[in-house]
């Protein structure tokens, strides 16, 4: 076999291993997500979600603000300093980021707890300053936690991430609801909730970070102030607008006094079930592009970028079809007036669709170095949403706001795929996405069928549901799997039983075999929590550049 064959080989089974700690973490996440939005549904009704997720969006926002870019600083200079020992620049920057995030975080939450009045008004809802006020008290938490962790990935490590900001902290938020709703508490005491589990989500965090340093050799800590604001001030401005094109129609709905804000966020809570694989996928991804590019192995970049898309693809299509085919008794399962979004959940999953289909673009635009490119696509993507929801919600209401969000991904990952087609030669189009795409199309077929052999019989979702399943693996199996589909599956089967003692592991050039355990390479990049919307500053997704990330709240739908 050629050597670059070979090589390439090494980076998919890398990516692979890489993905699967990511993949476990997210999922989970969600799995906490959805539930505590179907518990608030059911137990204190539709008004009570929408009013959570008008307060969760101005947490995100106000948090972004706080982190001031230096997530993914943080992460690279990291990464940078460890692999030139630089014990003082580390210890320094460190020091610095955490300082500046948490200082900036008291100020804004001091600003939210006394303007809250002010804001509530300005939503037309006075119920919401209580839950601003828990909102102001969580945001240095949150803000702290997300530079902690975001300093250990320096270390080539994922395991505090998704141990951490992946597992414990919506799994506690989860149970502290569950608790706080099972005693006949309201919606403050889900707010109390979210308060605890992100301060104890934070000193975990530090906890771990603090472990991590000792390592490194004692040394007076040097700053480097500079350098660190010169790179986190462009990725600050890009995930303040890919966290703004998460939230604004939200947030426009309530300044626009819409009822059925509670209906629209739990409509996009399902749509995030489809597309959650965006975010793991390239936080697995994005490294190895990263070494790939700086080598100059641009066949490798395009091998890689392929096969990313097609398992986002792949991954993702039962989902979608599910939303097409069922929308309305998907969304009963929440209450009965809550199907009245189901054109809102048809309408952005055609959105996602497309945002899946296109891959990580923004991913590639940024690991190329192409950061500048990226902010400029989702300022567009930004001002051309918030245009678009001026215009359709005074007229259409959540319909509207979806049918605003949708429009912009789909421009703005379109325009990404011309820009990468550029950059590599790259398209993400492949014949293993094609044949996704025709089980994906036998499955909505099947779908269709059973609902229309079985109109309102009560066991008709589920029967839909295995149906559609089913009939996807079957047609994907019939279909064939590819040779990278065969190796990325033996790959993350053989991660899971572990190694056979006197097997040698595949390590890509350049990795430390000491860091093999979390699959990631060096440089490995912010890739984000789906809390808050953005995983990577890499577009209006979070995860790569054109998806979202409303896991905290409700909706991590990869913007």
Known sequence: MPEASVRGDQHVRGMARGGGLNLLGALLSQAAVFLIMLLLARVLGIREVGRYAQCYAVLSLAGLLSLSGFRAGLTRFVAVYLADSDAPALRGTIRLGLAVSAGSSVVLAGALAWGAPWLADRLHDPGLVTGLRLVALTLPASTICEAALAATRGWRTQRPFTFIGQLYEPGTRLLLTVLALATGAGLTEAFWALVAAGWSAALLALVALGRLVRRVPPARPVHRPRELFRFSTVSWVSSLSSTGLIWVDTLLLGFFANPEIGVYNVATRLVTVAIFVLAPVNAAFGPYLAHLYHRGD???????????????????????????????????????????????????????????????????????????????????????????????????????????????????????VVQVRHLVGALPFTLGMAKGLAAGVAALVAGLLVRWLVPGWPWGPAAGLTTIVAVYLATVLALGLSREDLMVLRTLAR?????????????????????????????????GRSGDGSSGDGGPTGSDGAGGGRAASGRAVSR
């Open 495 to 527: 991660r899971r039983r572990g190694v056979p003692p006197g097997t040698a592991r595949v390590v890509p050039p350049g990795v430390d075999p000491r860091d093999r355990a979390d699959g990631d390479p060096p440089g490995s990049g912010d890739t």
């Open 298 to 416: 641009l066949d490798d970049v395009r091998r890689v970028y392929a096969v990313a898309t097609g398992w986002v693809v792949r991954l993702s299509l039962p989902a979608f079809v599910a939303l097409l085919v069922l929308p309305g008794d998907l969304l009963r399962v929440f209450g009965g007036e809550v199907a009245t979004g189901a054109a809102v959940t048809v309408i952005l999953a055609l959105g996602q669709l497309v945002n899946a289909a296109t891959g990580p673009c923004g991913t590639v635009l940024n690991m190329s170095g192409r950061v500048a490119v990226n902010m400029a696509d989702n300022l567009v993507a930004l001002v051309l949403n918030v245009l678009l929801n001026l215009w359709l919600i005074p007229a259409y209401g959540i319909v509207g706001a979806a049918a605003a969000w949708s429009a912009s991904l789909i421009v703005v990952n379109i325009a990404r």
